[in-house]
């Protein structure tokens, strides 16, 4: 994770931010903390990333790589005003002694990627459209060997993947369908038959930006109507405030990104 130290709406890269919209810099430290004393109160453990000035979206750190089995696939961000985030990113990965593999092609990491290690030995879902290239669908699969499905994202407020579908547990998952293309939401049902679909309401709540463990679904308080879905379908939904960080157009799970060894 990383502290949202130098987090402001200063330019609009995506349908969320507006310049014009205020952000409460202290509210959103606030709600930044909430979210990790729960990560922490869940038993897991935190490592934080060094935010810079002049980077105001580096706390969404899902964005900066993708890990899977130890290896790190390092982003390459879509547009100028993050690109440099990917440094500091890599230097976290070098310093941890993480493999760290440089991409080639553009990718916003576990924004558009996500890892199901249960589902078919190992699957990884990735999202195109918006910010990764399809490109590095085929270069993510090289780099980590596992099999990619490539999903093709077609609603710009759901540009990235983890705004539109969410990994539950090690196999299955909740998605907002009609973020994807008809063909991609046929892939969608045919891999995952026992999904929890979200409708317009929930996905534009955030309510799939979510973080699980398997167990605990941590998502925005305002999803209410996810978290019903959640814990109808056996999961205890555990929720957090994170009014400020929409502004940016993220949420819980833009906050955090996940170190699989
Ligand atoms: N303002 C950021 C952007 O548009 C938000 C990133 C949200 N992160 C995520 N994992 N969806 O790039």
Request: proline letters at 7%.
């Amino acid at each position: 994770m990383c502290p949202p130290e130098y987090f402001t709406v200063e330019y609009a890269i995506n349908p969320w931010m507006d310049t014009a919209t205020p952000v409460d810099p202290e509210l959103a430290v606030k709600q930044w903390h909430q979210l990790r004393e729960t990560l922490l109160d869940l038993g897991h453990t935190v490592h934080e990333i060094t935010p810079e000035p002049g980077l105001p979206d580096m706390v969404y750190a899902a964005n900066g790589a993708f890990v899977v089995d130890g290896t790190s696939y390092g982003a390459r961000f879509r547009h100028r005003q993050r690109a440099a985030e990917a440094t500091a990113h890599r230097a976290f990965y070098d310093a941890y002694g993480w493999r760290f593999v440089a991409p080639a092609e553009t990718n916003e990491g576990e924004g558009d990627f996500t890892y199901l290690p249960d589902a078919y030995g190992g699957l990884i879902l990735a999202g195109y459209g918006f910010r990764t290239s399809s490109t590095a669908h085929a270069e993510a699969q090289e780099v980590l060997g596992r099999p990619v499905v490539s999903l093709r994202l077609v609603d710009p407020r759901f540009y990235h993947l983890d705004t539109a579908l969410a990994p539950l547990d090690d196999q299955n998952v909740a998605y907002f369908p009609g973020a994807f293309s008809v063909a991609s939401q046929r892939v969608l049902a045919q891999l995952f038959p026992d999904a929890i679909l979200a409708d317009e309401t929930d996905a534009f709540a955030f309510g799939l930006n979510l973080v699980s463990d398997g167990r605990h679904v941590i998502l925005n308080s305002e999803a209410t109507g996810m978290a019903a879905k959640v814990a109808a379908a056996g999961y205890t939904p555990v929720q957090v405030e994170l009014s400020e960080l929409k502004k940016g157009g993220g949420s819980v799970k833009c906050c955090v990104a996940e170190l699989r060894p």
